[in-house]
Nanobody
Framework: HVQLVESGGGSVQAGGSLRLSCKAT????????MAWYRQGPGKEREGVAS????????AYADSVKGLFTISRDNAKNTVYLQMNSLKSEDTALYFC???WGTGYWGQGTQVTVS
């Protein structure tokens, strides 16, 4: 049974930072590319960042490049999203996902920037 459990969301003032974590269980984490998505109020879900399992290559949405950093700790089966210089438009429910193949998603963690 695969589970992705996010944590680290909360409320922050504009310009602040948050670090999201996602603990994965039940899958071969070291062989699984991971990603973060978000869905803001009244918006469609969008990809934020992804990280490849083998060489750690990353990709980002243009809106977060240079501001957000995705990383992973394969020993802890955990993927992170460091978010800096947050803006009100970053307010969203953030999801951890292993979206390729079968596709697994977490329940999400709320980030509110005021």
């Amino acid at each position: 049974h695969v589970q992705l459990v996010e944590s680290g969301g909360g409320s922050v003032q504009a310009g602040g930072s948050l670090r999201l974590s996602c603990k994965a269980t039940g899958l071969s984490f070291t062989n699984t590319p991971m990603a973060w998505y978000r869905q803001g109020p009244g918006k469609e879900r969008e990809g934020v960042a992804s990280i490849i399992e083998r060489d750690g290559r990353t990709a980002y949405a243009d809106s977060v490049k240079g501001l957000f950093t995705i990383s992973r700790d394969n020993a802890k089966n955990t993927v992170y999203l460091q978010m800096n210089s947050l803006k009100s438009e970053d307010t969203a429910l953030y999801f951890c996902a292993a979206p390729w193949g079968t596709g697994y998603w977490g329940q999400g963690t709320q980030v509110t920037v005021s």
